[in-house]
Every structure is written in structure tokens, then in C-alpha cells.
């Protein structure tokens, strides 16, 4: 993914072209060294990392406010929100643009690696009662090849 | 009565319609008692037939009973065997608000849900107690001498219809109504109503007014120009019922006055088609707008239609947020040429900057023509206040003359919105609390008759709406015990505030004079809401009060809410924009000029003290170290007569600037009223320099 890469939902999966009821087609991107996973659906488009203007007095995870062509979005910082360790962003760092319930949101990730169709029968949801930063964004856990996938709860991971 | 076609697509067309219509009835009812004209009561009336017809036309059974029921008491009004009185007046107010509630529940999809047969008994009491004609015998009825008029086409149709036909081609649509036909003028309606949306409908013959009225037989022109291809058209009105017959054919003039009469021709065949060749075009006594007495004095004047088009306001949004991004595109091409011409000596970039320059030029002017579209007139708020007034009156037992004034001054839709409650708050106030009831002001030697007026006007980029009371005034002594009761302020700090000090604490949470909590007002929530609303909108508000001669608030607001003028200057690293309109003067202060009272800054100016804030502090942002070696910038802001200091580490200079709210996901930010972008493509925060001042300055 070196190109300023626009990935959206016309897009085709690489994999797996059988259609099971449960099958979801999703971004897959690293943040602290592990694969993470959000519905395609929710993601408007992926951007490089441009400047962000802080917003004072806001929380943490809130980095501030970036231009996406005439609008101002806010963005978020992935890695404060889910209390991993905060590194500099790098080149292969990007904002993914998402649908949140009060508009548009970005999220800072490591790299966005690809979209997959992960197989349902692969899906495994996760147990509710956890609840520390880390799991409590968590919504279920996909298996792909040797690799395992955390696919977000959105939703819960942008509620204030 | 149920019509094949689908209705959903008209619903939109009809609500819009009965809003207007509502309006129009109750603007004119409220004037009725005051000045029973007969051409009054014929708007009105009117007003009920039109909402009945398109109500019933949409099969909105309650709707149409109560129009139907509102147009008998109309007519007895009209034609002098019943006499506008009170009761009557207030029940064709009740009937309104039972229409607007239909329309609310029509909107949310419920249909026409009402029970409105109280009403319906009540106004069909007046008429059956009105059999015998009022001894006031006075209006003829209006309607009545139309019929006698003759049925030969205009001249003045077949000028104005000519010159409009040098500019497109005209198309007739000749319609013929099944004879068993019970609803003629809900299917001429549809069919007028279709090709308003898709063409632009020129004239009917007969009249809208006439085809309203029902009268014609079964069949009618309909003359337009533009619009769908024959077939496509015909095709949408195919879906309309109880029409024998379509048929369209190009329209000339020279074909004009050989018309065959079409009630003699319906009559005789009423589902025969007519012959294509010969366009039929009975009488149109009122020739809709054009009144083009001389021929080819203005052919702008002659379409014979109005020049308005309705537009969504969600794309007049879309259109000035597209006009935003190309501002600061524009911007932002500005800044690349002046920094290559910095850098390359190149005739190519002196051609740059004359494009840019010109560009700028027609974004200016494009953005000044939208935020024209966007402008309204004020008066959309104002046509609220009478029926407020009079049914708080009433309720009050108060007499009030309400004069509203400059209800054409314009300003944009987004300030338009949320203006409405604040004003009206105030008026509300003002009935409620200012006004004395007619026993106490004849006491004090007034008049009987309070007086209230609205007054609207420009200044500068503003807009300043005045609401003055002739009633008691605000005793500034009072305000003084109660925020000392209300343990706001010790007594010390009351008799040390100025008269206007006093007079502020109205506006504070929790504060209400009213000896008594009124239905009305009086609950101590509203003049605080009333500020705070206002100043988020950037506006200010004050208020001058004379015991015993009256109170006037003065409202100052913006013309707009999508673009200001922005005093940039750099905090840190960041750019933090301040709205030019609350700058009062920018300094450079030396360091040792800022003294310090209670661990509070502050910096003299002129004699006066100023507290002093700095915004590196207030929004958590570094400063940069070599700020302070050659001293302090200090922008001064105000809000009224409050000062205070902004300090900042540098001033970039002045910019209009599209402002952009923040994102709800962000909350509410406190100093941060929205967010810009500058020309170099970032972001720069907004500071809500109204509530600093507020805050810092309490």
C-alpha cells in the first residue's frame, strides 16, 4: 500500500468468493503490531496522515481536526483510545475515514493492510464480560489463514 | 374518494402549499376585526377554498370538512348575512391551528388524524344562526359577476401568450373531465398542479381562479411552455382519474381567436377528442401575472408566469458549501502564486496571479449571490407575533397594539431559524410583564391600550431588531433586592452596581421579577437562555428600561452564519482566528506594562483595567519562547460595554472565513465557537470570544 490508496466498498474482495450469510467484507489494519478489522461498509475512504489541529480541552483520544477537502473532520487516536503504547506515526500511518453517529470521523492506524472477505463460519464473537480498553472494543475475533483478525465494535470504540 | 395515483409524490407539493395557505388565513384573519373588508374576506376566503380543494384532492377527508365548514362562515362573512365578530374570529384561529396540526400529522405520515367536529358544530352554529340577513347588508358577493363575463380569449392572454411564445414554444393541453365526474376542480388541480412541476404553466382558461370555483364544464386548456416530450407528459397525467380525455397540441396565436367555445363543444360531445388542429380557448378574465398593456415595452415582463422557482433549501446549502471549499481553493491558489513569484521571476506568474485575482473577483460575487438566495425576509418570524400577541392579550386581559416594522429587511435563512424563539421570548416578556393591564395604565395616565413594537432594520453587517413596551419599565432597584435574595450578590456588591450593572442580572439563571409565576413567563428560565442563544449566534443583546415610561431590547446579530471576517493571529504554533466583529483595537504592550491584581492579570489602557487572558493558557498550547522579548500583542475584544485583553504571540492578519462547526463528536469545546480552513489547507480553531468575555470578565 505505498499509493495514496482510496479504498472503497466497489472494491473487490481478494479472497473467498462463496457467500455465507455471515461473511463480512472488511478493512484489515495494524495498529501495535496486531491485525484489526472494520466492516467496509462503515469506511468512507482511507487518507495519508496530514497535519491535525489540536483541539484544547478535549479527551485524549481526540488528536483534532484535519481537512478532508473542504471539510473538518475530527480524528482520533486508536492507539490512546484502546490505552496501547503511543508511538510516532510513520509513512505507512493513515486515517481511515469512517461513518460515526455524529458524522464523519478519522482514525489514526499503524498501516491499512487490505480488504477481505472474512469467512462467517471464522467468526467468532467475543465474550461480553470482558471489559478492560483493550477487549471492550472488541466485537469478535475472525481467524484468516494463520492470522487472527480483531474486528472492532465501531460504535463503542468512537462513544464518548 | 380514492385516486388510483400514487399519491406520495404530491404530498411534499401540497403541505408546502397548505403552509402557505394556513399563513395566508391566519395573517389575514388576525387583521380581520380590526378592518372587516370585503376583499379581506375574500382572500380568506379563498385561502379555505384552495386548502379544501387540494385537501380533498389528496383524499385528506378531515381536512376538507373542516375547510369546507370554514368556507361556509366565510361566505355568510362575505356576502353580509353574518357579521365578523369575536367569537367568530377566534374560531377561524382555532380552525388554523387544527389545520396546522393536520399538516404536522399529514407530515409525519399519519394522515389527517383530527377531531375537530367541536368546530366543525360551532362554525356550522354560526351559519344556521345567520339565515336572516344581518341588517349590514353590505359586500356583494365578489364572485358573482364573474360568470357574466364573455367567453372569447383575452387579447391581453393572446399578447402576453405571443411575446412568451417568441422565447420557447407553447404547448396546450386540452383536458376533458369524465361528465360523471364529481370532483372537477380537484382533477383540474392534479392536472395543473403535474404541469407546474414538470413545465412552466403559463395560464388556464379558464382561470386557476375560475377552474377552482368550478367554473367550467368538462373541459380546460392548460397553456405552458418547456416540460417532458408529449408522450412522456401525457404519460404522467395518464395516472390521473376520471379524464375522458388528453390532448396536446402546439399553440398559436393566428389559430388563437377561431376557437370553438368549449362549453358548447363538451356538451355536445364531451368524450370526443378535439381535433389537434384546432386549439380551443375560451375566456380567461384574469389573465394570471402579465399585464403587458403595451405591446413590446418589456418582453422580460411578459412571460406570462412568475420569475421565481422554487429551490430545496438543503441545495442552496449544498451550493454554499461548495462556494466555501472553492473560497478557500481560491485562497489557497493565491498563496502558491505569491510564493513562486517570491521564488521565480516568470511572466507566466504574473498571468497567474491577474486569473487569480480575477477568480477572486467571481467567487466574491458568487458568494454574494447565494447569500442573496439565501436571504429571507424577516417578516417569515414576524407573521408569528400577532396571533401571540392577541391570544396573550386575551388570556392576560390586556389590550395590546402590536406594530411590527422593516419586516422586509432580509437575512439568511441559517440566522432566520433561530431567531424565531429568542424574539418571541422577549415579546412574551414583554406583553406578560412590561405592559400594565388598561385599568392600572389609565391610573398612571396612558392610554388604555398598550403599545409594543418590532422594529427591524440594517446596520452595517448586521441585523438590529428592536422590541420596545410603553409599559412599566424595569426598576433597576428591584433587580438589585432580588440578586441580593438570590443570593447572586451580597448586598455591598448590589448598591455598588451601576444602573445598567443592575439592569444585566435579568439575564442570569434563576432571575425572574414577576411577582407571581405566570403560565406565560416568569419561571426564571428564559432571559439567560434568551442571551446564550444569541451569543452563540454571535449576536449581542441589550436593554434600555425607564420606570414607568418602558423598556426597549435592542438585539444585534449577524447577517449571517457561514461566513465572518476573522482577525488571525498565531498562539503557539497554531493559528486561532478571532471574530473581527468583537475586536475593539490590537496592541503591542511591553512586557512590564501587565501588572498583576489578585494573582490576575490585567493591562491599563487609556485609564481604563482590563483583566488580561492569555490564550496559551486558556487553550493548553505551548508558547513560543521568543514571544515575549519585544512585548505582549494584545488583541482588545469587547462584548457591550465589557473589555478585555487577549494575549497572543502574534498577529497574521485579517481573512474572511467560511466557518465550519465542530463536530459533534467533539462536544462542546468552552473558548472554541467552530472551526476554519485557511488558505495553506489547515485547519484553524474559532475562538468564542463572546463567552471568554463573559467569563473572564463576571
Known sequence: MSQDAIVGPEIEASTSQVQHVEDRQTVVFRLSGESYGIDIFRVNEIIRMRDITPIPRTEAHIRGLVNLRGKTIPVVDLRVRMGLEVVEETDSS?????????????????????????????????????????????????????????????????AA | MSAELDMSQYVDLFLQEADEQIEILE???????????????????????????????????????LTHEMENVLDQLREGRLLVSTEIADALLQCQDELRQMVVSIREGNGDQADCSALVAQLQGFVNGSSAPAAANTAPAAASGRQEES???????????????????????????????????????????????????????????????????????????????DDELLAQLKGISEIDSLVLSPWSAEAAPEL?????????????????????????????????????????????????????????????????????????????????????????IDALEETVSHIARITSDLQDQIMKARMMPIETVF?????????????????????????????????????????????????????????????????????????????????????????????????????????LLTKDQAERLTEREALQYIFSSGFSTAAEVSEVSGRGVGMDIVRSNLQRLGGLIDLETEVGKGTRFVLRLPLTLAIIRGLLTKVGEQVIVLPLGSV?????????????????????????????VRLNDMFAIQSREDSTEDGQYVVVVGLAERRIGLAVDGLVGEKEVVIKSLSRFCGEVPGISGATILGDGNVALIADVNGIVLKESA
Not at chain 2, 374576506?41 to 377554498?49: D, E, G, N, S, V
Not at chain 2, 389537434?276 to 389573465?287: D, E, F, S, Y
Not at chain 2, 432594520?457 to 428592536?466: R, T
Open chain 1, 94 to 158: 493513515r486515517i481511515i475515514v469512517v461513518d460515526a453517529e455524529d458524522g464523519q470521523v478519522g482514525i489514526i492506524v499503524d498501516a491499512v493492510n487490505e480488504v477481505v472477505t472474512l469467512e462467517g463460519q471464522h467468526i467468532e464473537p467475543t465474550p461480553s464480560l470482558a471489559n478492560d480498553d483493550q477487549t471492550e472494543f472488541v466485537e469478535a475475533v475472525a481467524k484468516r489463514d494463520a492470522e487472527l483478525v480483531t474486528l472492532l465494535n465501531l460504535d463503542r470504540a468512537l
Open chain 2, 27 to 65: 395573517q389575514e384573519t388576525l387583521k380581520l376585526e380590526e378592518d372587516p373588508t370585503s376583499e379581506r374576506l375574500q382572500i380568506i376566503f379563498r385561502a379555505a377554498h384552495t386548502l379544501k380543494g387540494s385537501s380533498r384532492a389528496m383524499g385528506f377527508a378531515g381536512m376538507a370538512e
Open chain 2, 151 to 229: 367567453l372569447s380569449l383575452s387579447p391581453e392572454l393572446v399578447d402576453s401568450l405571443k411575446q412568451a411564445a417568441e422565447q420557447a414554444p407553447i404547448r396546450q393541453l386540452r383536458v376533458t373531465l369524465n361528465p360523471e365526474c364529481v370532483m372537477k376542480f380537484a382533477r383540474a388541480y392534479m392536472v395543473t398542479g403535474v404541469l407546474t412541476e414538470v413545465a412552466e404553466l403559463l395560464a388556464t382558461v379558464p382561470s386557476v381562479e375560475d377552474l377552482e370555483e368550478e367554473k367550467f364544464n368538462l373541459q380546460f386548456l392548460a397553456l405552458f411552455q418547456g416540460g417532458p416530450a
Open chain 2, 260 to 348: 370553438t367555445v368549449v362549453s358548447n363543444e363538451a356538451e355536445a360531445a364531451p368524450t370526443a377528442p378535439a381535433t389537434p388542429t384546432a386549439p380551443a380557448a375560451p375566456a380567461a378574465p384574469a389573465a394570471p401575472t402579465a399585464k403587458a398593456s403595451s405591446n413590446d415595452a418589456n418582453k422580460q415582463a411578459a412571460s406570462v408566469s412568475g420569475q421565481t422557482v422554487r429551490v430545496d433549501v438543503t441545495r442552496l446549502d449544498a451550493l454554499m458549501n461548495l462556494i466555501g471549499e472553492l473560497v478557500i481553493d481560491r485562497t489557497r491558489i493565491a498563496q502558491i502564486g505569491s510564493e513562486l513569484g517570491s521564488k521565480f521571476n516568470d511572466p507566466n
Open chain 2, 383 to 487: 407573521n408569528r407575533f400577532p396571533r401571540v400577541v392577541r391570544d396573550l392579550a386575551n388570556k392576560l386581559g390586556k389590550d395590546v397594539k402590536l406594530e411590527l416594522v422593516g419586516g422586509e429587511t432580509e437575512l439568511d435563512r441559517s440566522v432566520i431559524e433561530v431567531i424565531g424563539d429568542p424574539l418571541l421570548h422577549i415579546l412574551r416578556n414583554s406583553v406578560d410583564h412590561g405592559l400594565e393591564d388598561p385599568d392600572t395604565r389609565e391610573q398612571v395616565g396612558k392610554p388604555r391600550q398598550g403599545r409594543v413594537l418590532v422594529k427591524a432594520c440594517h446596520q452595517d453587517n448586521h441585523i438590529v431588531i428592536e422590541i420596545s413596551d410603553d409599559g412599566r419599565g424595569i426598576d433597576a432597584e428591584r433587580i438589585r433586592k432580588k440578586a441580593v435574595e438570590k443570593g
Open chain 2, 584 to 612: 475593539v483595537e490590537t496592541l503591542l504592550v511591553e512586557t512590564e506594562s501587565i501588572q498583576s491584581v489578585n494573582r490576575n492579570e490585567v493591562i491599563v489602557l487609556r485609564g481604563q483595567t482590563l483583566p488580561l
